[in-house]
């Protein structure tokens, strides 16, 4: 698969396009689907920024000779059977399914009050160990911004260099289910409590025009089971509402169609979601081409404001 480099800076060439994917878990696997149509569509891309499996995929894309067959395949190593024998329940797709299908609440519950969650984090970094090797993030073909957040701050933590495997593992570290990662006093985890689709960051990194990805749609719920179900329904709309105000800064957003519900830890779905990926991004092709063919926007009001840098920081 050809991996179109950034557009040479002359005066008429097209606009840069960053890539800005976000978390969603298996769902994110649509950003595969995404990155194989802009590829056949030669369309340039300048930087991506990834939080999650956003990262993952992303620096699959970018880090790798063989995109996707090595990322399908450090999945299919992905071992998640611990899960597969506990109880399933109804409910919404969102992050109360993920903890409702996959785990008896009373174990998620005690699980976290004795350590750090139900799986082990071993699982994390044997996939971005396979997916990496050593790997540095520096070395990528497109710039790569991996995005985690720290717990102790609250703030989103931006990784540009060094070892992708760590950058990934921080990124991927979904409280409850994998340990958090330690690293220079803080405690990093899944880059989408910072904002599940990163488009200040890429902006930050030089796109003068961001594309998103959203694999996390929005819906509604019907029914609220008890006063936890009520609890992680709130964190979800809280992180959609989030999310809104991060899109409003991308010129196109391109939302896949899963046709239905899909568990966040689903991999049997991997295909579903890939698919669901390639048609979304078909459909944006033309507004991605009428966004490139517009002339380039000076840029000194945003360095003037100060608009553009990340709220965080970058190690």
Same mark, same amino acid.
């Given at each position: 698969?050809?991996?179109?480099?950034?557009?040479?800076?002359?005066?008429?060439?097209?606009?840069?396009?960053?890539?800005?994917?976000?978390?969603?878990?298996?769902?994110?696997?649509?950003?595969?689907?995404?990155?194989?149509?802009?590829?056949?569509?030669?369309?340039?891309?300048?930087?991506?920024?990834?939080?999650?499996?956003?990262?993952?995929?992303?620096?699959?894309?970018?880090?790798?000779?063989?995109?996707?067959?090595?990322?399908?395949?450090?999945?299919?190593?992905?071992?998640?059977?611990?899960?597969?024998?506990?109880?399933?329940?109804?409910?919404?797709?969102?992050?109360?399914?993920?903890?409702?299908?996959?785990?008896?609440?009373?174990?998620?519950?005690?699980?976290?009050?004795?350590?750090? @969650?139900?799986?082990?984090?071993?699982?994390?970094?044997?996939?971005? !160990? $396979?997916?990496?090797? #050593?790997?540095? *993030?520096? %070395? /990528?073909?497109?710039?790569?911004?991996?995005?985690?957040?720290?717990?102790?701050?609250?703030?989103?933590?931006?990784?540009?260099?060094?070892?992708?495997?760590?950058?990934?593992?921080?990124?991927?570290?979904?409280?409850?289910?994998?340990?958090?990662?330690?690293?220079?006093?803080?405690?990093?985890?899944?880059?989408?409590?910072?904002?599940?689709?990163?488009?200040?960051?890429?902006?930050?990194?030089?796109?003068?025009?961001?594309?998103?990805?959203?694999?996390?749609?929005?819906?509604?719920?019907?029914?609220?089971?008890? @006063?936890?179900?009520?609890?992680?329904?709130?964190?979800?709309?809280? !992180? $959609?509402?989030?999310? #809104?105000?991060? *899109?409003? %800064? /991308?010129?196109?957003?391109?939302?896949?169609?899963?046709?239905?519900?899909?568990?966040?830890?689903?991999?049997?779905?991997?295909?579903?979601?890939?698919?669901?990926?390639?048609?979304?991004?078909?459909?944006?092709?033309?507004?991605?081409?009428?966004?490139?063919?517009?002339?380039?926007?000076?840029?000194?009001?945003?360095?003037?404001?100060?608009?553009?840098?990340?709220?965080?920081?970058?190690?």
């Amino acid at each position: 698969m050809r991996i179109m480099p950034a557009p040479a800076p002359t005066r008429r060439a097209r606009r840069c396009v960053g890539l800005a994917l976000g978390g969603g878990g298996v769902r994110g696997l649509a950003h595969i689907g995404v990155l194989q149509v802009l590829a056949e569509a030669d369309v340039p891309i300048s930087a991506i920024a990834g939080v999650s499996m956003g990262a993952i995929v992303g620096a699959a894309y970018a880090l790798t000779d063989e995109f996707p067959g090595a990322l399908i395949a450090a999945l299919r190593g992905l071992d998640i059977s611990p899960f597969k024998s506990l109880p399933r329940g109804a409910g919404s797709d969102g992050l109360w399914t993920a903890v409702r299908r996959l785990v008896d609440v009373e174990r998620f519950m005690i699980s976290n009050v004795l350590s750090w @969650g139900v799986a082990s984090d071993a699982k994390v970094a044997a996939l971005a !160990s $396979q997916l990496a090797g #050593e790997r540095r *993030l520096e %070395d /990528a073909r497109v710039p790569l911004g991996i995005v985690a957040c720290d717990l102790r701050s609250g703030k989103p933590v931006v990784f540009r260099s060094g070892p992708a495997t760590l950058a990934l593992q921080a990124s991927s570290a979904l409280p409850g289910f994998f340990k958090p990662v330690e690293f220079e006093g803080r405690l990093l985890a899944d880059g989408g409590y910072a904002g599940v689709v990163p488009t200040y960051v890429v902006r930050a990194m030089g796109a003068e025009a961001v594309v998103a990805v959203d694999a996390d749609p929005a819906r509604a719920v019907e029914d609220i089971h008890d @006063g936890l179900h009520a609890l992680f329904r709130a964190f979800d709309i809280t !992180s $959609q509402r989030l999310k #809104e105000a991060l *899109l409003r %800064d /991308a010129e196109v957003v391109i939302r896949p169609d899963f046709g239905g519900s899909i568990d966040t830890l689903d991999f049997s779905q991997a295909d579903r979601c890939v698919q669901a990926g390639a048609s979304a991004a078909r459909a944006a092709l033309p507004a991605i081409a009428a966004l490139q063919a517009r002339p380039r926007r000076a840029r000194w009001w945003r360095r003037l404001l100060g608009v553009g840098g990340p709220p965080g920081s970058s190690p």
